[in-house]
């Protein structure tokens, strides 16, 4: 029992990094299939929120686009600091999408009040301006 025991003490660290590297994230990767932009997006009332946009470097077609809105930071924060994945998990990213992330209103780089709730309609509202916001570099959807 004791054999084992040690055996695969020996043997745990090697198991972990023979890890798929796809699973775990890679900025390099992200830095040479992804251009970064930082933006302020203005809603109907004059507050911008802060807005980070990675798109696919291969401008040879159109791609569909993921948003993540949140209070818990859109960073890494600065034009040549970039995420270690993107998307919902860290597969998402070799899909080709675009990637939007945004501090919500009042939070981090975002400008106006933090409200923890807010009625549905406004969230629906934010959600219209931000989507009808044209990204710099990229096609208009009108979504």
């Known amino acids: 029992m004791n054999r084992h025991l040690l055996l695969l003490t020996l043997l745990l660290p090697l198991l972990t990094r023979c890890q798929d590297r796809r699973n775990s994230g ?33 401008h040879s077609r159109p791609y569909p686009f993921l948003m993540c809105r949140t209070p818990y930071s859109s960073g890494p924060y600065g034009d040549t600091v970039y995420k270690r994945s993107l998307g919902p998990d860290s597969r998402t990213m070799y899909e080709k999408y675009i990637f939007v992330y945004q501090d919500v209103r009042g939070r981090y780089m975002s400008e106006g009040e933090f409200q923890e709730m807010t009625p549905a309609k406004d969230v629906k509202k934010g959600k219209e301006d931000t989507t009808k916001a044209p990204i710099p570099g990229t096609p208009s959807t009108g979504c």
Request: no cysteine.
């Open 26 to 58: 890679d900025v390099e990767f992200v830095k040479s299939n992804y251009d970064k932009q930082e933006v302020y997006i203005p809603m109907r009332d004059g507050v911008r929120l802060y807005t980070v946009v990675y798109t696919p470097k291969d």
